[in-house]
């Protein structure tokens, strides 16, 4: 069955660290083609140390994603997105639920006041792409990557991650957002779970919509 994704112009896959957005960002880009924008958390000079120390590392480090972010949402409003596909490993709304775990009062009002102001600015994707995992699943894919700056990463910080993402996406309503179990699946060596995934991401076009694959 040829499946249908002309409706889509622009796509944002989110998830906790580890759960896959960019391997299924450049699996999609693959079958439908387009540009992928990809969260460019490596140039994060920051990161390795938040990771580290968390308490005297967090405001650096939420800002320069805030802004490094945005600076690529400013190259996605730029794209004419009638005749271009853009696909993201990220959305730009998801910082503020980094900015809630990571900042103290005071810092927090500070990037609120400036994250406000960019949030007006951004494209809103057709379809909002939420993977979600379990604790245990998350931490294995993220021990099995072994990133250098991810070796400090804490199960306390994923499990209160999945919390605020949980929360978050449970009250999104902003663009269509179809909600995929990822616990069981292995889309990159398994075909079909890759095809059942993009037959769901095809049919979705309104509304929210949660999916558990049975295989």
Known sequence: MKLNFDHLRYVAIEGVIGVGKTTLAMKLQETIGGKVF????EENPFL????????????????FFLLSRYRQQEKIVQYDLFQERVIADYMFYKDRIFATLNLNEKEFSLYNM???????RVARPDLAIYLRSSTDRLMKNISERARAYEKHIERDYIEALNRLY???????EET?????????????RNEEHL??????????TAGKKHVSFDF
């Open 38 to 41: 990809l969260e460019e958390f």
């Open 48 to 63: 390795a140390d938040f990771y580290r120390d968390p308490k005297h590392f967090a405001f650096q480090t939420q800002m």
């Open 114 to 120: 400036l994250a406000k102001i960019l949030e007006k």
């Open 166 to 172: 949980d929360e978050f996406f449970w009250n999104y």
């Open 176 to 188: 269509p957002l179809l909600i995929i179990n990822a616990e069981n699946l292995d889309f990159v």
């Open 195 to 204: 095809q059942q995934i993009f037959t769901e991401i095809s049919k979705h």
